[in-house]
Structures are given as structure tokens and as C-alpha cells.
């Protein structure tokens, strides 16, 4: 059995902030992290265009660095976008916290090129967007781009070494230990560990070990929606008078006929389509590098669902949609917005002649109708025609789509605004307590708690 003063599960942008955080202030840190170290990170599928092989544990989404490791490293500086935190932070303590990790992230190599600052560029795409019904929200970010993320986190990674926080590679927390309400500590599929705080922190990864950990322990968690849709791709030039600007233009829309919320997501502009194994499906994602790894743009088409009473699990519900498109595919789907609307599959030879070329070669041409509901086709149909009005070109019968995309946010843990929970000692954060869905979010989440750790060892807070 081995003690430390706080103990960390999960090495993502939350915990790895966390860590950071309470060792700069001489806290003794345990990091226990069920995927590889940074260097051991390597998918089988490494091109992105082979078979997922659903390795137990996925490298690109487990080990040092987290799912932020090979994601598209936008830092979106916004107090909206990216999770709950605002439920529990007030505005200004966020942007304080918000300047922070972003300062953090300079000094570990970020660029300092900020897009969605041209202010007159930003008021024209917002007076197309809104003669259109569409919503546009305009927010500075930073790209670090894939290859950028990566070497940021090879700088923080020595910097972990040099502040002798104790970190376990390949080692999976299994129980998290509480008597009497208070935290005891964790243990592992190898030893046991015991402190006085515990920050929980496993993302997508683990959400749900969270959620069976928080049946065990009692405490007390709220549904969030479940976002299901398409992966679009497209020539870059149709989006770059968008993407120029402000890199992911965030564009919201309400469909005529449900009233449901759609949103652009994930813009990639000259990027490359990829798949992600999720804990036990095969859904699709994108990125892009700093420099242009296609002529194609690609983003997620999302459809958000709040289920009602009696419902409560709308994880399993975008599983079972994924499932299928798997069961008929064996991984992604891929058809032309031309061949969905005229109710016919694409085939090898219909992707083979078309003018946009799929950079997820592995994607199966086949009929993403027979996947997914007719609420969400009729929802996606009417936003890409929508788009087509300030981006002429988007919903050409060339269009790819992949399917599915699917975004499950782990059920909302119950905390305080120190995101504690009602385990005396025992913090939920980042992703996968269902408090935050990005790679800024999730780190703050990380700072507001090691900041009450550290207020509760009596050492002053300079945040
Ligand atoms: C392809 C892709 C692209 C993305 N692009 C962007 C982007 O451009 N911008 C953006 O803001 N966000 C992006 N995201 C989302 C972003 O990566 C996540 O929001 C962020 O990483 C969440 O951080 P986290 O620390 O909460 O969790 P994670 O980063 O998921 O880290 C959790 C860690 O905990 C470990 N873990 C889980 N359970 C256990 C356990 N029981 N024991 C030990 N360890 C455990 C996991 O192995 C994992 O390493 C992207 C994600 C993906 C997959």
C-alpha cells in the first residue's frame, strides 16, 4: 500500500492540470493512468486508414495526454462552449483560469497565432448566417493542430518527470475506496493507494467505469444529451471563406420541422477524416495538423437529444446507432448527400467517380438511412441545405458523409462549485464525470479542483 497527499486517475488535460498544479505547490502527487506513456502511444491502425483492431485499452484515446493526445488541439477560449463549467464557476473567475491555461500552454510551445479576432470578417459572416436562421457563435481559438498538441505535450511531460510527480502507466484503477463518507484512496488491477484526496479524472475512456463507480459510491448524477450525426467532407474551398476567419465556424440551427438543435462540430479545415474505437463501437472523429493534410474540409453534423422521463440513458440509446451502422459496415458508413437523397446506396464505384475523394479510406460505401432514425436524417438534410445558403456548395450531391458520429457525454456527476463530490475528499472532473467536452474546459476543471486541495493544506492560491 503506497500514500500520497492526492491521488490522480487519468492523465487527459484535467488530471494532468491537476497534477501540475498541486505538485508546483509541493503536494505529493499520485498519477495512475490505465493507457501508455507518451512515447508507447501508437495506434495499430496508425495511418488511420486500416481496421480498428479494438485494443482493450485505445491508445489514441488512453495514456499520457488523454484523448487530447491525437485530437485536433483547438483551444476554444470560451466560457460557452466546451462543457458545463459554467454552472459552477463565475464569469470572471473562468476567464482568470481560462488566461491561465492558456499562458501554460505558450510556455509549453503553443502557437501564438490567435483565429477569430478579424472583428469586420466576423460581423459579415454573422449578418449571412442570421438572414439564413442560422445562429453563429464567433470565438477566438487557438489551433495547435495534431502534430502542434502532440509536441506541447512532450514539453509538459518533462516537465511532470522534473516535479517528481509519481505517475503508473498501464495501471487501471478499479474501486475508488470511501468510508464513513470521506475518501480512503483507490484500488488498482495492481496495488492500493491511499490519500486524503482523490481527483477523478478518466474521460471518454472511462465514463463508464465513472458511472458504475458512482452507482457503488451513491452519488447522485444527471443525464446530459447525447449528440448524434454525420462527419461531413468536402473540398476545402467551399468552407474557406469560413475557415480563414475563424478556423471552426460554430454555426447552431433549428430545424423547421422538429425544432431540434443542430450544430457544426469539430471543423477540420484540410484535414483528414479518422475513426475512434469508444469503448465498444467504432464512431468517427477528425483533425487536422498545422499544415494542410488534405483539399478537404471536414466537421461533425450534430443532433442534440435531451431524452424526458422515463428514459434516463441516452449513452446506451447512441450506442445501439453506432451499433448498427458497425453490424452493416464492420466500422464507418460512407454515402453521397447525392445518393441519400435519392434513396440509394453508394457503392466502391460511385465514391470511385466522385469529384471528392474520402480520406478515410477504410469507411464502407452503403445507405446511412438504414442507421439512422428519420428525426435525425430529416434534421441533417435541412441543415446542410441551410449551410449550402452561406456556403454554396455544401449540400452538393459530391458531399461525403460518414456515419455515425456520435458524442456521448458521460451522466453529470453531482459536485460543489469545487467540484467535489458528497465523498468528502473526492473530486469529479474533465469529460468523464460529464462536466466538461473539451480540452480547455476539462484543464480548468483540473485547476478549480487541485485549487481547493490546496486551500485545504492551508498553501495560498496564486490563481
Ligand atoms: C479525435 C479527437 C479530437 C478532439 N479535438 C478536440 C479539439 O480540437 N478541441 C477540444 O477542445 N477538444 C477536442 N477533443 C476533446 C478533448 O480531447 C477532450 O475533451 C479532453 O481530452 C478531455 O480531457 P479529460 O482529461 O477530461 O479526459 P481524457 O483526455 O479523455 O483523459 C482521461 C484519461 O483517463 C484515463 N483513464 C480512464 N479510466 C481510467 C481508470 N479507471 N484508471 C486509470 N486511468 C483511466 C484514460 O486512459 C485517459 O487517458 C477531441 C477528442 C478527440 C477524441
Same mark, same amino acid.
Given at each position: 500500500?503506497?500514500?500520497?497527499?492526492?491521488?490522480?486517475?487519468?492523465?487527459?488535460?484535467?488530471?494532468?492540470?491537476?497534477?501540475?498544479?498541486?505538485?508546483?505547490?509541493?503536494?505529493?502527487?499520485?498519477?495512475?493512468?490505465?493507457?501508455?506513456?507518451?512515447? /508507447?502511444?501508437?495506434?495499430?491502425? *496508425?495511418?488511420?486508414?486500416?481496421?480498428?483492431?479494438?485494443?482493450?485499452?485505445?491508445?489514441?484515446?488512453?495514456?499520457?495526454?488523454?484523448?487530447?493526445?491525437?485530437?485536433?488541439?483547438?483551444?476554444?477560449?470560451?466560457?460557452?462552449?466546451?462543457?458545463?463549467?459554467?454552472?459552477? $464557476?463565475?464569469?470572471?473567475?473562468?476567464?482568470?483560469?481560462?488566461?491561465?491555461?492558456?499562458? /501554460?500552454?505558450?510556455?509549453?510551445?503553443?502557437?501564438?497565432?490567435?483565429?477569430?479576432?478579424?472583428?469586420?470578417?466576423?460581423?459579415?459572416?454573422?449578418?449571412?448566417?442570421?438572414?439564413?436562421?442560422?445562429?453563429?457563435?464567433?470565438?477566438?481559438?487557438?489551433?495547435?493542430?495534431?502534430?502542434?498538441?502532440?509536441?506541447?505535450?512532450?514539453? #509538459?511531460?518533462?516537465?511532470?518527470?522534473?516535479?517528481?510527480?509519481?505517475?503508473?502507466?498501464?495501471?487501471?484503477?478499479?474501486?475508488?475506496?470511501?468510508?464513513?463518507?470521506?475518501?480512503?484512496?483507490?484500488?488498482?488491477?495492481?496495488?492500493?493507494?491511499?490519500?486524503?484526496?482523490? $481527483?477523478?479524472?478518466?474521460? /471518454?475512456?472511462?465514463?463508464?467505469? #465513472?458511472?458504475?463507480?458512482?452507482?457503488?459510491?451513491?452519488?447522485?448524477?444527471?443525464?446530459?444529451?447525447?449528440? $448524434?450525426?454525420?462527419?461531413?467532407?468536402?473540398?476545402?474551398?467551399?468552407?474557406?471563406? +469560413?475557415?480563414?476567419?475563424?478556423?471552426?465556424?460554430? +454555426?447552431?440551427?433549428?430545424?423547421?420541422?422538429?425544432?431540434?438543435?443542430?450544430?457544426?462540430?469539430?471543423?477540420?479545415?484540410?484535414?483528414?477524416?479518422?475513426?475512434?474505437?469508444?469503448?465498444?463501437?467504432?464512431?468517427?472523429?477528425?483533425?487536422?495538423?498545422?499544415?494542410?493534410?488534405?483539399?478537404?474540409?471536414?466537421?461533425?453534423?450534430?443532433?442534440?437529444?435531451?431524452?424526458?422521463?422515463?428514459?434516463?440513458?441516452?449513452?446506451?440509446?447512441?450506442?445501439?446507432?453506432?451499433?448498427?451502422?458497425?453490424?452493416?459496415?464492420?466500422?464507418?458508413?460512407?454515402?453521397?448527400?447525392?445518393?441519400?437523397?435519392?434513396?440509394?446506396?453508394?457503392?466502391?464505384?460511385?465514391?470511385?467517380?466522385?469529384?471528392?475523394?474520402?480520406?478515410?479510406?477504410?469507411?464502407?460505401?452503403?445507405?446511412?438511412?438504414?442507421?439512422?432514425?428519420?428525426?435525425?436524417?430529416?434534421?441533417?438534410?435541412?441543415?446542410?441545405?441551410? +449551410?449550402?445558403?452561406?456556403?454554396?456548395?455544401?449540400?452538393?450531391?459530391?458531399? *461525403?458523409?460518414?456515419?455515425?458520429?456520435?458524442?456521448?457525454?458521460?451522466?453529470?456527476?453531482?459536485?460543489?462549485?469545487?467540484?467535489?463530490?458528497?465523498?468528502?475528499?473526492?473530486?469529479?472532473?474533465?469529460?468523464?464525470?460529464? $462536466?466538461?467536452?473539451?480540452?480547455?474546459?476539462?484543464?480548468?476543471?483540473?485547476?478549480?479542483?487541485?485549487?481547493?486541495?490546496?486551500?485545504?493544506?492551508?498553501?495560498?492560491?496564486?490563481?
Amino acid at each position: 500500500m503506497k500514500t500520497s497527499d492526492a491521488i490522480i486517475v487519468g492523465a487527459g488535460p484535467a488530471g494532468l492540470f491537476s497534477a501540475i498544479e498541486l505538485a508546483e505547490a509541493g503536494i505529493e502527487v499520485t498519477l495512475i493512468e490505465k493507457g501508455p506513456d507518451l512515447k /508507447r502511444r501508437k495506434c495499430p491502425a *496508425l495511418d488511420y486508414r486500416k481496421i480498428c483492431l479494438r485494443c482493450p485499452v485505445c491508445p489514441l484515446i488512453s495514456g499520457f495526454g488523454g484523448a487530447g493526445a491525437f485530437s485536433d488541439g483547438k483551444i476554444t477560449l470560451s466560457h460557452e462552449i466546451g462543457g458545463n463549467l459554467r454552472r459552477y $464557476i463565475e464569469p470572471d473567475s473562468f476567464i482568470r483560469l481560462m488566461n491561465h491555461v492558456d499562458q /501554460r500552454l505558450l510556455e509549453f510551445g503553443a502557437p501564438r497565432k490567435l483565429y477569430g479576432t478579424d472583428d469586420e470578417a466576423i460581423k459579415r459572416i454573422k449578418y449571412e448566417a442570421q438572414k439564413n436562421g442560422l445562429l453563429f457563435v464567433p470565438t477566438p481559438i487557438r489551433h495547435l493542430g495534431t502534430d502542434g498538441g502532440f509536441k506541447v505535450l512532450e514539453k #509538459m511531460r518533462n516537465y511532470v518527470e522534473k516535479l517528481g510527480i509519481d505517475i503508473h502507466f498501464n495501471e487501471r484503477v478499479e474501486d475508488i475506496v470511501a468510508e464513513g463518507g470521506e475518501v480512503k484512496g483507490v484500488r488498482t488491477n495492481r496495488d492500493e493507494y491511499r490519500a486524503k484526496f482523490v $481527483i477523478v479524472a478518466p474521460g /471518454r475512456a472511462g465514463a463508464t467505469w #465513472m458511472a458504475g463507480q458512482a452507482r457503488k459510491l451513491k452519488l447522485e448524477t444527471y443525464p446530459n444529451p447525447v449528440d $448524434i450525426g454525420v462527419r461531413v467532407e468536402l473540398p476545402a474551398s467551399i468552407m474557406d471563406h +469560413l475557415t480563414k476567419v475563424v478556423y471552426e465556424p460554430k +454555426l447552431v440551427y433549428y430545424s423547421q420541422k422538429f425544432d431540434d438543435k443542430i450544430r457544426t462540430f469539430c471543423v477540420n479545415p484540410n484535414g483528414v477524416v479518422v475513426q475512434e474505437f469508444a469503448e465498444d463501437v467504432i464512431t468517427v472523429n477528425g483533425f487536422s495538423n498545422t499544415f494542410p493534410t488534405s483539399e478537404n474540409t471536414n466537421f461533425a453534423l450534430l443532433v442534440s437529444t435531451s431524452f424526458t422521463e422515463p428514459f434516463k440513458d441516452p449513452i446506451s440509446f447512441g450506442k445501439s446507432i453506432v451499433r448498427l451502422a458497425n453490424l452493416i459496415s464492420g466500422g464507418v458508413l460512407l454515402q453521397r448527400l447525392g445518393d441519400l437523397i435519392r434513396g440509394r446506396r453508394s457503392t466502391d464505384k460511385r465514391i470511385s467517380k466522385n469529384p471528392v475523394k474520402p480520406t478515410l479510406e477504410s469507411a464502407i460505401p452503403g445507405d446511412i438511412s438504414f442507421v439512422l432514425p428519420y428525426r435525425y436524417l430529416v434534421n441533417l438534410i435541412e441543415m446542410l441545405e441551410t +449551410l449550402d445558403k452561406i456556403a454554396p456548395g455544401v449540400a452538393s450531391p459530391y458531399t *461525403l458523409l460518414y456515419g455515425v458520429e456520435v458524442k456521448f457525454y458521460s451522466n453529470r456527476i453531482k459536485v460543489n462549485k469545487s467540484l467535489e463530490t458528497d465523498i468528502k475528499g473526492l473530486f469529479t472532473i474533465g469529460d468523464g464525470a460529464g $462536466i466538461t467536452r473539451g480540452l480547455l474546459h476539462s484543464a480548468i476543471s483540473g485547476l478549480v479542483a487541485a485549487s481547493e486541495i490546496k486551500r485545504r493544506m492551508g498553501i495560498r492560491n496564486e490563481n
